[in-house]
């Protein structure tokens, strides 16, 4: 490969404005991508650098064809915009064209209802953390990694292991061709689990409940049941945490609600997908 | 701030901006009728990036769908001092579009670099809020002073959500000079816009 001739030269310092270059344009990935993310939290300046970025990127955008989304997008939204506010939302917020907001449910996507599932036998809390999506819990994860007070920063040689430890993993598990998924990310400084079912909608018939397929071959592990519109925490014991990892996949399964009755078969899979290091 | 000194635009143009900024100050103060107002101004534009990056219409429906919720959930995130508001959104939803790229598996990785589709660059927009014309005019000087391949390089970074390793890969090269000729990219650019700033 010939250099291009104009671009030789001493290799120019990394500093700070030359990452959040990066970060703006998106070359980043894995734990540089978890660093760029936590530094925008913690650093003012380089959150301005990267806005500043971001500001002379952002008329590129007008190279993009521009594209007329599905209609029912807005139909989705509105009704998880409204859907997230108690009745009574006839603050003027009205639907384009007839559309109805929040009260039906969506099509083709399943039910479930909001019951707690054993894990395994064991029955486990889940606990809310109402509002928060996998996305954010990457970010705040970032902001823990980095927020100033917090465990002292390691010699430079030392700091990727504790990082690359951190790292979340997330799975997107797409149900059928809803458009919907589950967000599943897995903390693992934490041993929790956030499974956000944002969107679904239970049917009162059935539940679904998320198994984790061990690459190892063994049994599948029941990760509970899906609260259908919730973003739930849940911990993880010890046998199942130390199965997951990334390329580990996950699958959905129809089931009575409750979920698998013990000593039967698991329902049908109704949908799959795999974990990835962020 | 990127902002140039004196935003040349059409009279149309700063009175749809006016109304779109309008609308994410009301979105900011709880108005959730704001909201359509923006998706109705913005959703061709915010679409049409989604889809770029993602390659995908279903994907790019989701991350369209997240976008929108998001801006309602915390649409005091925008300060309407400080930047643009389409070019605040622009950023925005291609940031989601991104993040949905490197954490999922939609395209990222899982299509070859050279089979993605090369959409055309000039399809006529729908609506007619374009980020400011100067600061466009400024960043495609700045871009036209790097060498065609770096330059090309840095297009398919942010056109296409492609990382150093998938950069490297198309161009057949290590990482490494990956790397270093977009970062030598990178600081002409800097230099370039600081430049343009200062005069």
Known sequence: MSDPKNNTGPEPTRDDPMIAAEYALGLLEGEELLQARGKVSSDADFAWRKEWWDNWFAPLTDDMAGMEPGGDVWTRIAQEVHGGQNSGTATGGTATGGTAIGGTAIGGAEIIDLRVKQAEGRMRRWQWTAGITSAAAALMLAVLVFAPGSEPVAAPGTQAPQLAAADPLVAQVPIGDTGLRLDVTYIPESEKMLVGAIGLTADGVHDHELWLVPAD?????????????EVRSVELPDNIASNLGNGVSLVLTREPIGGKPDGEDAGPVVAEGAFSQV | MADG?????????????????????????????????????????????????????????????DVYVNLWQRADRYDPDRASPISWLATFARNRAIDRLRTGKVRGGAVPVEEANPLPDSAPLADSLLVDAENAAQIHTCLAGLDENTRGHIRGAFFEGYTYAQLAEAADVPLGTMKSWIRRGLQKLRVCLEASEAS
């Open chain 1, 217 to 229: 071959g063994s049994d599948l592990q029941s990760l509970g049941v899906v609260v259908p519109g």
């Open chain 2, 5 to 65: 000194p004196a935003s040349s635009s059409s009279p149309a143009a700063n009175a749809a901006r006016e109304r779109l900024r309008a609308a994410m100050v009301r979105l900011a103060d709880g108005d959730s009728a704001a909201l359509e107002e923006i998706y109705d101004a913005t959703r061709v534009k915010l679409f049409g990036i989604c889809f770029r990056i993602l390659g995908d219409r279903k994907e790019a429906e989701d991350a369209l769908q």
